[in-house]
């Protein structure tokens, strides 16, 4: 029968649609790294310094914001959040800290710590006096390299924050969000198959600038793609069986949808 052909939409859809960068695999070897690296920063720091050991809990506050700085803080075990007041006096999370991270890099410029630090989980924070660190770089140059790489980290961790509130949708914040946790993990050389989140969704919310309903949709949306698990009632634990996965399903919410010309 003569007449225009109608055409094959399936195949024009993939044509016209833009190529997308294949999601970068989960570097292992890269994770192994990390996770030794951080394992060798503590045993420096134990060996240099013999900071005091403080074992916290899920709600204890190792600082409080206007208190005066005189310690440094890095994680041996557990989390933390760290909080601070917004100008309409309800409270904003504004990181997250794992084992290895440093706590207290706001104090050193005005003399007082800028936010809280709340953790939200038992685990042991090692105190490291600020002045006898700084004295003690002056005879441990690797010491001075480690905190400079903290607070080099610190910078890039707080502008990917930034840029992912500012540019991202909803569902693929938390996707990433999701991302950056358990890759966290991985580079502490934890299990990131399954994984309790240890903020409540309001909380997630509250650090990705959405709504408590926001974040359980997105969550929702997660797991109908087959990309999370929920493990449980509370749903705090899930399954992640792909973290390649999770960056693919950023990608897919950034590519734009095709048009037919």
Not at 39 to 68: C, F, K, S, W
């Given at each position: ?6 055409p094959d939409v399936p195949n024009l859809l993939r044509a016209v649609a833009p190529s997308m960068p294949r999601a970068p695999k989960t570097d292992h070897r890269a994770n192994q790294r990390a996770s030794e690296h951080i394992a060798d920063t503590l045993r420096l720091l134990g060996d240099a310094l ?212």
């Amino acid at each position: 029968m003569g007449g225009t052909a109608i055409p094959d939409v399936p195949n024009l859809l993939r044509a016209v649609a833009p190529s997308m960068p294949r999601a970068p695999k989960t570097d292992h070897r890269a994770n192994q790294r990390a996770s030794e690296h951080i394992a060798d920063t503590l045993r420096l720091l134990g060996d240099a310094l013999a900071p005091q050991r403080r074992m916290v809990h899920a709600g204890d506050v190792i600082y409080q914001a206007g208190e005066r700085f005189g310690n440094l803080y890095i994680l041996n075990s557990g989390f933390f959040k760290i909080v601070t007041l917004s100008p309409d006096g309800r409270e904003q999370v504004v990181g997250l800290k794992f084992r290895g991270d440093w706590l207290g890099f706001d104090g050193i410029a005005d003399g007082r710590y800028a936010c809280d630090a709340i953790a939200m989980d038992t685990g042991e924070a090692w105190v490291i006096s600020y002045d006898a660190l700084l004295a003690a770089c002056a005879f441990r140059p690797a010491l001075l390299t480690v905190l400079h790489e903290a607070m080099s980290r610190e910078i890039a961790r707080d502008r990917d924050c930034l840029m992912s509130v500012c540019t991202l949708p909803a569902d693929a914040r938390v996707a990433e969000f999701l991302r950056h946790w358990a890759d966290s993990l991985a580079s502490r050389g934890m299990r990131t198959d399954q994984i309790t989140l240890r903020m409540t969704r309001a909380e997630i919310g509250n650090y990705l600038g959405m709504t408590l309903e926001t974040v359980s949709r997105a969550l929702s949306k997660l797991a109908r793609d087959k990309v999370i698990e929920f493990v449980e009632k509370g749903r705090r634990e899930m399954r992640i069986a792909d973290l390649d996965a999770l960056t693919t399903f950023v990608q897919r919410c950034l590519a734009p949808v095709p048009t037919l010309q």
